[in-house]
């Protein structure tokens, strides 16, 4: 079992930046590709990027060359850099963690960019 706890939304204009942090208890963390996704009213719930337990990254083409995921196994914690922030960025954004048939999710945290 994993429980996922992220923080560090909250309410931005567009250019700003946000870095939105996801704390892993339970299991063994490094073993957990980690992903971060998002959901905006109305739409479905996408993969933003995720990171391997061996530190491969994946984006969205959407956020390529805004976001950066990286994790520090030793804290349990998997982040989200954003930068340039659009407001089509704005959405609920959820942590996950998963391995095999495993799927491990947070409560989300909202970000909102608004002028």
């Known amino acids: 079992q994993v429980q996922l706890v992220e923080s560090g939304g909250g309410l931005v204009q567009p250019g700003e930046s946000l870095r939105l942090s996801c704390a892993a208890s339970g299991s063994t963390f490094s073993i957990y590709t980690m992903g971060w996704y998002r959901q905006a009213p109305g739409k479905q719930r996408e993969l933003v990027a995720h990171?391997?337990?061996?530190?491969?990254?994946n984006y969205a083409g959407s956020v390529k060359g805004r976001f950066t995921i990286s994790r520090d196994n030793a804290k349990k914690t998997v982040y989200l850099q954003m930068n340039s922030l659009k407001v089509e960025d704005t959405a609920v954004y959820y942590c996950?963690?998963?391995?095999?048939?495993?799927?491990?999710w947070g409560q989300g945290t909202q970000v909102t960019v608004s002028s």
């Open positions: 990171i391997t337990s061996g530190g491969s990254t």
């Open positions: 996950n963690a998963h391995r095999m048939v495993s799927d491990y």
